[in-house]
T-cell receptor, first 115, second 115 residues
């Protein structure tokens, strides 16, 4: 079974600064996907960024980027130029490659952006 | 498309009562997931369907929980009888067919309170 660990229950960052959220995972699979989802106070789960394990290049989406270290099974999220709207819970998630897309989530990191 | 639609958004019920949560996935999506979110356990996958067929229900906590997907556009999660420890936010999510379509789209969740 796969496990996803987020060791930072809460974090805060000043507006316009950069913050990095940590995530580690454990799997015996070689082909898989990793995700960061954002859950704002509205409760809606929103995909922020995704990484395919077979790609060495780190994924980026505007102000969001990841540092994917496959050997270390580490998948951190960097948010640059933090904005007030980034305040949310952030969940790291894992999905094995295959026909059925079962996603395993970490316990989340609550990020507060301070004006 | 309106996205994944869940109803009701909030449900308060008395212990022992039957509760039915409803989900309408995005049209064309053939995978559907039910998750439960609590402070203590985070996001847990309860069950998921592919082409209306339950694939893995190992996350369903007890026989009091049951889920159905009678057609491609509708699913229900039923708890009978409900207990206070069932209080949580229940999410439904759907995704596109095919191995490369990895994003799960979430509904806004149903907050269930059992008193």
């Amino acid at each position: 079974a796969q496990t996803v660990t987020q060791s930072q229950p809460e974090m805060s960052v000043q507006e316009a600064e950069t913050v990095t959220l940590s995530c580690t995972y454990d799997t015996s699979e070689n082909n898989y996907y990793l995700f960061w989802y954002k859950q704002p106070p509205s409760r809606q789960m929103i995909l922020v960024i995704r990484q395919e394990a077979y790609k060495q290049q780190n994924a980026t989406e505007n102000r969001f980027s990841v540092n994917f270290q496959k050997a270390a099974k580490s998948f951190s999220l960097k948010i640059s130029d933090s904005q007030l709207g980034d305040t949310a819970m952030y969940f790291c998630a894992f999905m094995k490659h295959g026909s059925y897309q079962k996603v395993t989530f970490g316990t989340g990191t609550k990020l507060q952006v301070i004006p | 498309d309106a996205g994944v639609i869940q109803s009701p958004r909030h449900e308060v019920t008395e212990m022992g009562q039957e509760v039915t949560l409803r989900c309408k996935p995005i049209s064309g999506h053939n995978s559907l997931f039910w998750y439960r979110q609590t402070m203590m356990r985070g996001l847990e996958l309860l069950i998921y369907f592919n082409n209306n067929v339950p694939i893995d229900d190992s996350g369903m906590p007890e026989d009091r929980f049951s889920a159905k997907m009678p057609n491609a556009s509708f699913s229900t999660l039923k708890i009978q009888p409900s207990e206070p420890r069932d209080s949580a936010v229940y999410f439904c999510a759907s995704s596109l067919p095919g191995r490369m379509n990895t994003e799960a789209f979430f509904g806004q969740g149903t907050r269930l309170t059992v008193v």
